[in-house]
């Protein structure tokens, strides 16, 4: 396995393909992946305040991540012993109970192939990674937190929605858009016959590079 990327990965690739041992096993990622999205995110080390209210709220969300085809896996710098009591402790102090992977990456080669390691922040733990991957594989969204920043799952999953409605109908989404929302139509569409058939419940046009439809999953 290649340790340091050749650059920094980007929307659009491929997500890197390894082999490593987790706390649901030993896993090959891309079979591991097997047609779902999922959501690789970091953590700095194992037993660490932040990490820990991170990972208990992702349990907590993995009815919401079922819902849309997601498999969430975390990675932290450290042994699968060491994961192992981290996940009692977690579960314990989150009341919750760790459902999802967690990759022992003690030797950092899945964290340099990801570029998650930023020497010039740490050279010896994560910063905050996330990767959303679609079902071919492909990297669609990535986010870097430093340490001492916790992320918003809330956001990761608003995000997620977001990028599989804009997947299946030809829309965007504007500034803090919520489920429910008016969407916004991509502004390639300006045939009046294709926009009366691909938006039934019609449309405001603000502008003409502005027009505004109805959350299209209502
Ligand atoms: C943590 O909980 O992961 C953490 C908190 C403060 C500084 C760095 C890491």
């Known amino acids: ?3 340091v990327p050749q650059r920094t990965l980007q929307l659009g690739d491929v997500a890197p393909d390894f082999k490593a041992e987790t706390t649901m096993g030993l896993i090959k990622f891309h079979e591991w992946l097997d047609g779902s999205w999922c959501i690789f995110f970091s953590h700095p080390k194992d037993f660490t305040p932040v990490c820990t209210t991170e990972l208990g709220y992702t349990a907590k969300l993995a009815p919401e991540f079922k819902k849309k085809n997601t498999k969430p896996i975390a990675l932290s710098v450290n042994d699968l012993e060491t994961h192992l009591k981290w996940i009692k402790d977690i579960n ?3 009341k919750t109970e760790v459902n ?14 990801y570029g998650m390691i930023h020497p010039q922040a740490s050279d010896t733990t994560t910063v905050r990674s996330v990767f959303i991957i679609d079902p ?7 986010l870097t937190y ?6 918003n799952f809330n956001e990761i999953l608003r995000a997620l929605h ?15 858009w919520e489920k429910g929302e008016d969407c916004i139509i991509l502004p390639s569409i300006t045939d009046p ?6 938006f039934p419940k019609g449309y405001k046009e603000i502008k003409p590079y502005l027009r505004t439809t109805p959350d299209p999953t209502l």
Do not use: C, Y
């Open 1 to 3: 396995m290649t340790s």
């Open 92 to 94: 314990e102090t989150q």
């Open 100 to 113: 999802f992977p967690m990759i022992a990456d003690h030797n950092k080669e899945v964290a340099n192939l």
């Open 136 to 142: 071919a594989k492909k990297i669609r969204l990535s």
């Open 146 to 151: 430093p340490a001492a920043t916790g992320r």
């Open 162 to 176: 977001a990028l599989q409605l804009t997947d299946r109908h030809l829309v965007a989404t504007p500034v803090n």
């Open 193 to 198: 016959k294709e926009l009366k058939n691909l």
